[in-house]
Structures are given as C-alpha cells and as structure tokens.
C-alpha cells in the first residue's frame, strides 16, 4: 500500500481464503468468531464479518472504496443478494464505516443484476464482476451500477487455450478488444457506470486501456509499470467512442440469455468464476470451522 499509494482495492474469496491462513492476520479471523458466537446461524455471519474485518484493514490504508463479495453461491438468487449486502453493510456501519467507502461486489447474472439495481436505488454502490460479454456490461448499465469489472485476463486464457493460440499481439489481445467494446459502447451512449479493467496477465494488456475509467492491477504488474521508461500513450478516448458507428441495443431478459448463451467464451467464464469463487469459500468454511 505505501508503496503505489492506490486509491481504492478490492476482495474476493479467494484472496480472503488465502489471507486468512496468514498468521499475521488469525487475529482478525478470531475477531469474527468471537462476534458471532450467540448468532443464530454462526458460520454464516462469521463468514461476513471476516469480510469486514478484511475490508476495515484495507480502508485504513487507503483514501477510497473497498469492494467486498457476497457470497458466490447466491449468484442466481436476486432477494437473497440483496439481503446478505445489506447485512454487510450493516456490520460496516456498526464499525462507524460509512456505505460511501464500499462497493457490494456482485457477478454478473442477470439475477446479481437485478439485485444490484435495487441496492443501487438505495444508495448502495455495487461493482458487478465475473464479466466477460458486452450483454452483461449493457444490462449493468442499464441497471445503474456504479462499477463493472470486466477480466480481461481470463479472456485471453480462454482464448489460447480453445484458439490454440501460444500468444496475441496487445493490440490484438481479446480481452482487451473486448473492454475497449464497453469503453466505446457506455462513451457513446453517457451511461455515468465505470469500466475497471480487471484481471490482466501483463503490463502490455494495461497499457492499451491506457484511458479506462479505472483499473484494478496487481503489485507485480504497478512494479513492472513503474520500471518502464517509455512514454504511456492513452488509446481509449471518448470523443473517439462518440464517433463510432455502434447501434444502441434495449437489454430485456430474453436477449441478455440469448447473447449469453451465444457467447461460449463468456458462458464457460461467468460458471467457472463462480464455481472457482464457490469452491474458495468452502475452503473458507472449513477453515473457520476448524476454528470454532
């Protein structure tokens, strides 16, 4: 953190899983657990105020947003997002943490959309993830959230790995063809909704979405930028975006399925990320329940 000073960061299950078999951190694992200890459903709140506890740690050292993940398992269910995000927030607020420094992460089904426009509706910013078709970054759109996080690396994996394909050149790279269609596509038509380039294999990929709204990029990849000499040169610009030729597109239900399900690259993504992010916080469960 004091080293690239970033504005704002991000958690998953994932990362949460690993850091929580940190020793530096069992400190904040056993705060969860001893928080919990008369709830109803122990393992379910521990698991959201072990989130919190992340994402209190991560706000002390930086000036903007933390992004926290609900639970990837209700994916598919609207009412149930909404409730398990508002719990967290609440908990946030019982820590003197204002909703204006958190983003509620979601993936991007069109159920996590639904939800994510309710919460959006009162007050509470999400940032859509596990998004990889220009459907689901249109119907976040429409939707008003406040972030999308497109994976631009995870694209390009699927892409050498079912194109047969060793390496692109980074103007050539899918995914980032791919956020330069969304950059394009909200600049032409003012949709206020952010685009965060997430995900990225190499410095290449960051460098050709020099101009996206935001990007959320690992330590080894800020070194690397920070040790490149050469001038950075912005590719995506609005004015440009404005001029393109794009037909705006009215996402309903029955067309975001369908562009979906045509889109084998993004189908297979969006079920892996959340099966991957599913498979992460079970570990995390027994993990805590070992615990307990």
Known sequence: FSKFSPQDSTT????????????EYSHLVEEAIAFVKNKNQPLLHILDKLFVNFGKEILKKIPGRVSIEVDPKLSYDTKKTI????????????????????LIKIASTWEGIQAASVLEQEGIHCNLTLLFSLSQAIACAEANV?????????????????????SYLPQEDPGVLFVTE???????????????????RNKEEILELAGCDL???????????????SPIVRKLHKENAKKSPIEKISMEKSTFLSMLE?????????????????????QLESLIEKRL
Do not use: C
């Open 146 to 166: 406040t972030i999308i996080s497109p994976f631009v690396g995870r694209i390009l994996d699927w892409y050498k790995k079912n194109k047969k394909q060793e």
């Open 182 to 200: 969304i950059y394009n596509y909200y600049k032409k038509f003012d949709y206020p909704t952010h685009i965060m380039g997430a995900s990225f």
């Open 12 to 23: 998953n299950p994932s990362l949460v899983y690993i850091s929580a078999q940190n020793p």
């Open 262 to 282: 045509q889109n084998l690259m993004a189908s297979e993504k969006l079920q892996e990320g959340i099966r991957l992010f599913t498979q992460d916080l079970s």
């Open 83 to 102: 409730e398990r995000a508002k719990s967290i927030i609440s908990l946030f607020e019982q820590e003197n943490i204002p909703k204006e420094r958190l």
């Open 215 to 229: 990007l959320t990029i690992s330590p080894k990849l800020l070194s690397e930028l920070q040790n490149t000499s």
